[in-house]
Each structure stands twice: as structure tokens, then as C-alpha cells.
């Protein structure tokens, strides 16, 4: 039954994303004051990012089915390579949905910056934007990072290990525009 629950989780969040997908973009395409709402961004990446990593969780979660209940063998322990296949299949979904659960307190964050700043700044809101599209795009390709002691090649750790260092950019940079913006403000 643990399973089968998992599976109707992972449906219910994938129903509920794309239910957040539609309805954020018929908001933006009717409402142009809409689209500068940062907490809606903030929304929208999020279920972005739970639309294609829940499928991958699925996935290895019906893979494990079937080799438990049905003796098939997609994650055989004698070929090495295969138990290494359940791993990135569980990191390409639980190394986002770190993301998945800040985001939104991003979005919110940045909403009271903006609330309490009392400047006028277009940077700052297109800045942010930049920085939560960027973590997510980054976030979702870095899931390599937790698997270092696996034996992965030389060039696939340099390259994890590198888009690493480089989320922290963009990390900053939120963190920098949430300390501009609170300096101006009268708070």
C-alpha cells in the first residue's frame, strides 16, 4: 500500500501543478499587472519543475513494483550500473523538489522586499525573475552532486560539480537584491 500511496501522491501534485500551470497562465494573458506579481512567478516555476521531475519518481517507483511483486529486473544487484540507474532516477526527482519547497517562500520573501522598499526599482523584480528561472533550470540538472562515491567519470563529476558552484550565483544575487531592496526601504 506504501506504493500505491506514493503513486497518488505524486498524481495528486502533478494534477495540482498543472492546474497551477493553466490557470497562472490564463491569468498572465489576461491580467498584465498579473505577470508582475513575483509570487505568482514563484508559483509557476515551482509546478514546472514538479511537471517533469514526478514522472521520473513515478517511474522508478513502478520499476521497484514490478521487481518486488513480479521478479522483473530492472534494478538487478548484480549489474553495478543498474542500482546506480534507481539512484539518479531518485535524485533527478528529490534534488529539485528541494526547490520545489523554497520557492515559494522565495517568491514570498521577495514580495515583502518589494512591499517594504520604497523604490521603483525595475531591476530588482526582472533581476529576481532571472534568479528564480536560473536556480530552477540549474537546480534540476545538478541531482549528479549526491552521487560523487558512485563511480561516476571524471568529466560527469567536473561537470555536476561546476553547475554546482554556479547556482550559487544566482542564489546570491537574490540575496543581494532582498538586501538592496530592504536598505531602501523605511523599515
Given at each position: 500500500?506504501?506504493?500505491?500511496?506514493?503513486h497518488?501522491?505524486?498524481?495528486?501534485?502533478?494534477?495540482?501543478?498543472?492546474?497551477?500551470?493553466c490557470?497562472?497562465?490564463?491569468?498572465?494573458?489576461?491580467n498584465?499587472?498579473?505577470?508582475?506579481?513575483?509570487?505568482?512567478?514563484?508559483?509557476?516555476?515551482?509546478?514546472?519543475?514538479?511537471?517533469?521531475?514526478?514522472?521520473?519518481?513515478a517511474?522508478?517507483?513502478?520499476?521497484?513494483?514490478?521487481?518486488?511483486?513480479?521478479?522483473?529486473?530492472?534494478?538487478?544487484?548484480?549489474?553495478?550500473?543498474?542500482?546506480?540507474?534507481?539512484?539518479?532516477?531518485?535524485?533527478?526527482?528529490?534534488?529539485?523538489?528541494?526547490?520545489?519547497?523554497?520557492?515559494?517562500?522565495?517568491?514570498?520573501?521577495?514580495?515583502?522586499?518589494?512591499?517594504l522598499?520604497?523604490?521603483?526599482?525595475?531591476?530588482?523584480?526582472?533581476?529576481?525573475?532571472?534568479?528564480?528561472?536560473?536556480?530552477?533550470?540549474?537546480?534540476?540538472?545538478?541531482?549528479?552532486?549526491?552521487?560523487?562515491?558512485?563511480?561516476?567519470?571524471?568529466?560527469?563529476?567536473?561537470?555536476?560539480?561546476?553547475?554546482?558552484?554556479?547556482?550559487?550565483?544566482?542564489?546570491?544575487?537574490?540575496?543581494?537584491?532582498?538586501?538592496?531592496?530592504?536598505?531602501?526601504?523605511?523599515?
Amino acid at each position: 500500500f506504501l506504493m500505491f500511496s506514493l503513486h497518488l501522491a505524486g498524481l495528486s501534485s502533478l494534477f495540482g501543478a498543472i492546474n497551477f500551470i493553466c490557470t497562472l497562465h490564463w491569468i498572465f494573458s489576461i491580467n498584465i499587472s498579473a505577470r508582475m506579481s513575483i509570487v505568482l512567478w514563484s508559483y509557476l516555476f515551482t509546478s514546472i519543475l514538479l511537471l517533469v521531475t514526478l514522472p521520473v519518481l513515478a517511474a522508478a517507483i513502478t520499476m521497484l513494483l514490478f521487481d518486488r511483486n513480479f521478479s522483473s529486473a530492472f534494478f538487478d544487484p548484480v549489474v553495478w550500473w543498474v542500482v546506480i540507474l534507481f539512484q539518479h532516477m531518485f535524485w533527478f526527482f528529490g534534488h529539485p523538489e528541494v526547490y520545489v519547497l523554497i520557492l515559494p517562500g522565495f517568491g514570498m520573501v521577495s514580495h515583502i522586499c518589494f512591499s517594504l522598499s520604497m523604490t521603483s526599482d525595475v531591476f530588482g523584480f526582472y533581476g529576481l525573475l532571472f534568479a528564480m528561472f536560473s536556480i530552477v533550470c540549474l537546480g534540476s540538472s545538478v541531482w549528479g552532486h549526491h552521487m560523487f562515491t558512485v563511480g561516476l567519470d571524471v568529466k560527469t563529476a567536473v561537470f555536476f560539480s561546476s553547475v554546482t558552484m554556479i547556482i550559487g550565483v544566482p542564489t546570491g544575487m537574490k540575496v543581494f537584491t532582498w538586501l538592496y531592496m530592504l536598505l531602501n526601504s523605511n523599515v
